[in-house]
């Protein structure tokens, strides 16, 4: 099992960034695919990006891409999302997620085994 603790959430206008992390423990050699995920008020939890062990391929969703950019930093077991030019609809809790490296690079809740308690970020209009 992986614990996965996230941070850097937080209220922002539009157009600001920011950045989050997500730092993992434990069994993080058999989790080494780490993704994120995020839920709005009312809505599905949804996939945003996932990255692999040596870092590439990286996926996003369309509205994401060129905005958002995930990267890892494996000495420190820690991913990272960065966000640009946020939008008032990016307002959600941000949860990470792992899953191991046999199940590939997934895109749904259940491909990914262990998530942390969420960051929520807040975007202001």
């Known amino acids: 099992q992986v614990q996965l603790v996230e941070s850097g959430g937080g209220l922002v206008q539009a157009g600001g960034s920011l950045r989050l992390s997500c730092a993992a423990s434990g069994r993080t050699f058999s989790r080494n695919i780490l993704g994120w995920f995020r839920q709005a008020p009312g809505k599905e939890r949804e996939f945003v990006a996932a990255?692999?062990?040596?870092?590439?391929?990286?996926y996003y969703t369309d509205s994401e891409k060129g905005r958002f950019t995930i990267s890892r930093d494996n000495a420190k077991n820690t991913v990272y999302l960065q966000m640009n030019s946020l939008k008032p609809e990016d307002t959600a809790v941000y949860y990470c997620?792992?899953?191991?490296?046999?199940?590939?690079?997934?895109?749904?809740?259940?491909?990914?085994?262990?998530w942390g308690q969420g960051t929520q970020v807040t975007v202001s209009s």
């Open positions: 997620a792992a899953a191991p490296s046999s199940r590939g690079l997934g895109r749904r809740r259940s491909d990914y085994d262990d």
């Open positions: 990255i692999s062990w040596i870092g590439i391929p990286i």
